[in-house]
């Protein structure tokens, strides 16, 4: 009977799942500010043409 070794052991294939949920959190949690930026980003355009837009209604 040959004993061969197929792939990484279960201790390595365990800590590569965590690692890689880990990874996965980490980008998630960026990916998340990226679009909050960009939404914080656009808000604020549109107020400075909303307050834009009602002065010279206004005035």
């Not at 949920?21 to 656009?42: E, P, Q, Y």
């Amino acid at each position: 009977m040959e004993n061969e070794k197929t792939g990484p052991s279960f201790g390595a294939r365990v800590v590569a799942v965590v690692v890689l949920a880990i990874a996965a959190w980490i980008l998630f949690k960026v990916v998340i500010g990226v679009v909050a930026a960009a939404a914080w980003f656009v808000v604020a355009i549109v107020a400075i043409v909303a307050v834009l837009w009602a002065v010279r209604t206004l005035f």
